[in-house]
């Protein structure tokens, strides 16, 4: 299907218990949801698209969303083989994440991005780093000295990547994939936002994906400070077809004012089921539904 201004999703459900783990896989230019379930290992079984053929060895671009409870974690693959790691969520997610990345056919990764150092979205970023070859790694800069941060840092070093702060003055913002895929790097931007509810999240890094006319909006655990401070008088558009909801549905990541300017088509929120925080909450499920 040749990709015009709108493009048609077809979305699969699989009936399962509540506690399992779902996985959305988008293909770009079939533009296509596909839901796996996962057997009782916890290991995720491979998703049945439903664009005719394997996802494998296809000219598409395909953006994985994995459930891995509460917190984050993406995988984009490109057709010419680039894999892109978004946060790898915490411990609980451990088998659902490498298990995942094994049925994708992963053998290494050219760009891992750490939006925000906080557990839910690092946990499982020194097994990672472990398992894999990594090209470059992205971080926000912010610095916590929590436990998780050192044990990615530390492993980050034993392996001698490549280490970019977004954040520093002059540093390159936009990743070239190949095959006419760019990723930008929106925020943060310095010097990092301080003194704000918390800020970790309002210095998430916040990055655009873009192939073709089809863009999908990363957000971290983004804030209204970050969106407010940083993002809004940037200037930069944040259009995008398919969204990431910020901040796992907090009322926090995603209002109307947000929604106007980022209009999309889809939304994706990941969030553990019956989790403490009660995500997502109802106004930002509001936002969406306007």
Same mark, same amino acid.
């Given at each position: ?71 984050? =974690? ?5 057709? *010419? +083989? @680039?894999?892109?790691?978004?946060? %790898? $969520?915490?411990? !609980? ?110 210095? =998430? ?5 873009? *192939? +073709? @006319?089809?863009?999908?909006?990363? %957000? $971290?655990?983004? !804030? ?67």
């Amino acid at each position: 299907m040749k990709l015009t201004g709108r493009y048609r999703v077809r979305v699969r459900h699989e009936r399962r218990p509540a506690t399992l783990p779902l996985v959305f896989a988008l293909i770009c230019c079939a533009a296509v949801f596909s839901a796996g379930c996962q057997s009782d290992d916890n290991r995720p079984q491979a998703a049945a698209p439903i664009a005719a053929g394997s996802l494998s060895g296809q000219n598409v671009l395909s953006v994985s969303y994995i459930d891995i409870g509460q917190g984050d =974690s993406q995988l984009i693959q490109t057709p *010419s +083989g @680039k894999n892109i790691l978004i946060d %790898t $969520g915490a411990a !609980e997610g451990r088998k659902a994440l490498l298990g995942y990345l094994e049925q994708r056919g992963v053998r290494q990764l050219d760009l891992v991005i750490a939006t925000h150092p906080h557990l839910d979205h690092v946990g499982n970023l020194p097994q990672v780093i472990d398992a894999y070859p990594v090209g470059e790694f992205l971080d926000s800069g912010l610095v916590t000295g929590s436990p998780a941060q050192e044990r990615y840092l530390r492993a980050l070093k034993e392996k001698r990547v490549k280490f970019t702060i977004v954040s520093r003055r002059g540093a390159d913002t936009t990743r070239d994939l190949g095959d006419g895929i760019t990723l930008t790097l929106l925020q943060p931007r310095a010097p990092l936002l301080s003194d704000t509810d918390s800020d970790p999240n309002n210095n =998430s890094i916040v990055a655009l994906l873009t *192939s +073709g @006319k089809v863009r999908f909006l990363f %957000t $971290g655990d983004m !804030e209204e400070d970050e969106r407010e401070q940083r993002l809004y008088p940037s200037g930069d558009s944040i259009r995008a077809e398919i969204y990431k909801v910020a901040h796992h549905g907090s009322r926090n990541g995603t209002d109307d004012a947000f929604m106007e300017r980022v209009q999309p088509q889809e939304a994706i929120i990941s969030c553990g089921v019956r989790n403490d925080y009660g995500h997502p909450h109802p106004e930002t499920l509001a936002a969406l539904e306007k």
